[in-house]
């Protein structure tokens, strides 16, 4: 890996960084973030702790069955977000998986706003982001440390496995908390002001199983169940949402089942989930059940406006699902907004 040093100083220019900016986590806002600066000339390395990216875009297989077990579709209202859905339908990446919206008691309601899905899982979307930029997963952050050697301050990322790599400004995407214990295992001092805001924000968990079955699901149409109240909030068919080749649910649990069932055993949370899905006529394939667990599932407090300036230290900008809603929508419009800021601080 370029730029590896041990430490000594010295002469510190931007020919000498890894990246002009470091985007910190492979979701949708540091996915399309990583385009904009890379358009505008800017050299960007993307890295992210996770195998594979996407974050939250989460799509995984278990045998023949394949499973959306983080954000489950997204809508596209806002006119920049649904040219980027258009551009994203017609490379083949993401399709309308329904138009309704879903009532408690099973029931649909026509509302004209197509509900979207990646094409083969919505890891599908951020896989095709991801072409044509340097992405490196598998890449856990130890700590982020201002560089104050050379003519400016710069930053260091130091990985897990000892490298690191240098940049001139960074892009912050994770869940803030983590965000917050990267910087300050660097030694890096926010502003008070700021600190009580970023430490203001809280999430809410969710528990996510994923069963195979052994036959159809018995979800009616479209194939998704929004359930009223706990233990439940969402359950999916993933083969009548047109990814799985075989039946397969996703079920997520509510907020307050998967904060009392947090630490609990993955058997517990399966039994209790699964056996809560109404009208389910199949039975979970044996070995075919696994639990997710999402700490930072979606915002409980987050913060207003698209984007975020960290003061008092090198160039870094915040962005991700935090800022104006949860949803996949917001991310992107984060990402952007993050973008166009960077591009007038660098």
Same mark, same amino acid.
């Given at each position: ?17 890894? *990246? ?34 996407? %974050? ?39 399709? $309308? ?14 509302? %004209? ?10 890891? *599908? ?29 710069? !930053? ?21 908390? $983590? ?14 002001? $700021?600190? *009580? ?57 509510? /907020?307050? /089942?998967?904060?009392?069932? !947090? ?26 059940? $696994? ?27 915040? *962005? ?27």
């Amino acid at each position: 890996m370029s730029g590896i040093v041990d430490g000594s100083a010295e002469t510190t220019s931007a020919a000498s960084f890894d *990246a002009d900016v470091l985007v910190v986590g492979a979701g949708i806002a540091g996915l399309l973030a990583a385009h904009r600066l890379i358009e505008a000339g800017h050299r960007v390395i993307v890295v992210d702790k996770g195998r594979g990216v996407g %974050g939250r875009l989460a799509t995984r297989r278990m045998g023949e069955g394949v499973f959306d077990h983080g954000a489950q579709f997204f809508t596209s209202s806002e006119p920049a977000f649904a040219a980027e859905v258009a551009r994203w339908e017609a490379a083949g990446m993401a399709r $309308q998986w329904f138009d309704t919206r879903l009532e408690p008691d099973g029931s649909v309601v026509p509302d %004209g706003h197509p509900r979207w899905r990646g094409t083969t899982g919505m890891t *599908a979307i951020a896989k095709h982001l991801a072409v044509g930029l340097d992405v490196r997963t598998s890449t856990r952050l130890a700590s982020l440390q201002v560089n104050a050697d050379g003519p400016v301050e710069s !930053w260091r990322a130091i990985i897990d496995d000892g490298n690191e790599l240098r940049a001139g400004a960074v892009l912050l995407t994770p869940p803030i908390p $983590q965000t917050l214990d990267l910087l300050a295992a660097g030694g890096v001092t926010l502003e008070p002001v $700021q600190r *009580a805001e970023l430490e203001s924000v809280s999430y809410h968990p969710c528990l996510a199983v994923m069963a195979l079955l052994d036959g159809p699901s018995g979800l009616p149409e479209p194939g998704a169940l929004r359930p009223g109240g706990e233990p439940l909030d969402w359950v999916a068919d993933n083969q009548r949402k047109g990814i799985s080749p075989v039946p397969s649910i996703t079920v997520h649990a509510g /907020t307050a /089942t998967s904060r009392a069932l !947090w630490d609990a055993p993955d058997d517990e949370v399966i039994a209790t989930l699964l056996d809560a899905v109404p009208g389910l006529a199949a039975s979970p394939v044996a070995d075919g059940v $696994q639990v997710q667990r999402w700490r930072y599932a979606r915002p409980d407090v987050g913060l207003e406006g698209f984007t975020r300036k960290i003061s008092g230290v090198p160039v870094a900008v915040l *962005a991700g699902d935090v800022f104006d809603s949860s949803r996949v929508p917001g991310a992107a419009a984060s990402g952007w907004a993050a973008a166009e800021l960077l591009l007038s601080l660098i």
